[in-house]
């Protein structure tokens, strides 16, 4: 978890996090602070919030605090965050952002929803809904009487009318059902602020930090990245956890005159790492551009088609579902399982 100067929401989160789970002794933290001197961190206020007695019992495997006017955006400290993730014993990993609710045993619910899929490579993802109290109360009521509601990520558009424009994901589609979903279901879009999978896929595939002041597209590339390395995205069938929406300080708060351009660079090394075309590659950092690479299970041009979002459209201004991938979708073969079938036979 990454947190930039929401350290009130981030302590509640932590509260939330641990009082609401069925088994917190499983439960190791690794958490990212970006804050001014001034400021308080989030286990300081964490701390505040429950007592010293019982956040020193806090299950912080790794706790970074950097001042944020040195901060450069998501995918930086979520790469620092990840670093925390140890594939030998970690069987799982969860990224969040610091401004959430979570339900009562929300670790056996996501659980549950990761083995309905059977699929190891799963990888349960969604834009919670909010916070807001009439939501919470009417999504239990409905659930009593049969009514499901899944928040399915479908929907899309080109960002802005640039040349090194990227895709923004919009507000997610609820679909109802008077019928439980036997599943949680096949998606092609990811949440860089609630997703959970095997902890590999945190390892392998992990935020690009050479992309300062990335926001809009850093979900786009992640997903692209997911796929092309033989990961699946789900939307689950329950609310695991709901998100403050709500104003909050963001990066761009300060010397954006400056940092607009660098953020411009790291949207070109984003397109030239997926394949896209660039204006130029003069101001493009190239460090380890590989690593963070697409895989090879499957192409790029499978993943276009599987999104239904076409990364060199134009811009419509004013049009939040440009893109509408809202139909059941099916899941592509990887190269691995269609080389091992082609043996097989």
């Known amino acids: 978890m990454a947190n930039y100067r929401d350290s009130t929401r981030c302590a ?44 020193r019992q806090a299950p912080l495997r790794r706790q970074v605090s950097m001042d944020a006017a040195e901060a450069t955006g998501p995918t930086a400290a979520r790469y620092v965050a990840e670093a925390a993730i140890d594939s030998r014993v970690d069987t799982f990993a969860l990224g969040i952002d610091s401004h959430l609710v979570f339900v009562h045993h929300w670790d056996v619910r996501l659980k549950d929803e ?24 009417m999504g239990r009521l409905l659930h009593a009487i049969g009514v499901y509601s899944m928040s ?13 424009a990227m895709v923004q994901y919009s507000a997610p589609h609820q679909d109802w059902s008077l019928l439980s979903p036997s599943s949680p279901r096949l998606i092609a879009q990811f949440a860089g602020g609630f997703n959970f ?22 979900e786009y590339s992640m997903a692209a ?34 940092r607009y351009f660098v953020q411009q660079a790291s949207k ?6 997926l394949g896209l075309p660039i204006t130029t590659f003069e101001d493009v ?19 276009i088609a599987f999104s239904g979002i076409d990364p060199l459209a134009e811009f419509i ?29």
């Open 152 to 164: 399915i990520m479908c929907y899309a558009r080109i960002e802005t009318d640039d040349e090194d």
């Open 285 to 303: 950092d190239r460090t380890e551009l590989s690593r963070f690479g697409l895989g090879q299970e499957r192409t790029m041009d499978q993943f």
């Open 268 to 273: 070109r090394r984003v397109r030239a790492m």
């Open 225 to 258: 990245r997911l796929f092309t390395h033989g990961y699946d995205l789900y939307a689950p069938r329950v609310d695991i956890v709901y998100h403050w929406y709500e104003h909050r300080h963001v990066i761009w708060e300060r010397d954006w005159d400056t």
């Open 12 to 55: 509640e989160t932590l509260r939330s996090l641990l009082t609401q789970a069925a088994r917190p002794d499983l439960v190791a933290i690794s958490l990212v602070d970006q804050v001014y001197a001034s400021e308080a961190s989030c286990v300081d206020a964490y701390c505040k919030l429950v007592g010293d007695a019982i956040c």
């Open 114 to 137: 990761w083995d309905a899929v059977q699929n190891p490579f799963a990888i349960l993802t969604t834009y919670p809904k909010s916070t807001d109290h009439a939501t919470r109360v």
């Open 317 to 345: 201004k004013g049009e939040t579902r440009q893109f509408d991938n809202c139909k059941l979708l099916t899941r592509v073969p990887t190269l691995s399982e269609t080389t091992k079938h082609r043996a097989s036979t």
């Open 197 to 218: 999978g095997p902890a590999a896929h945190a390892v392998w595939v992990r935020n690009d930090p050479y992309t300062p002041y990335l926001f809009h597209g850093e």
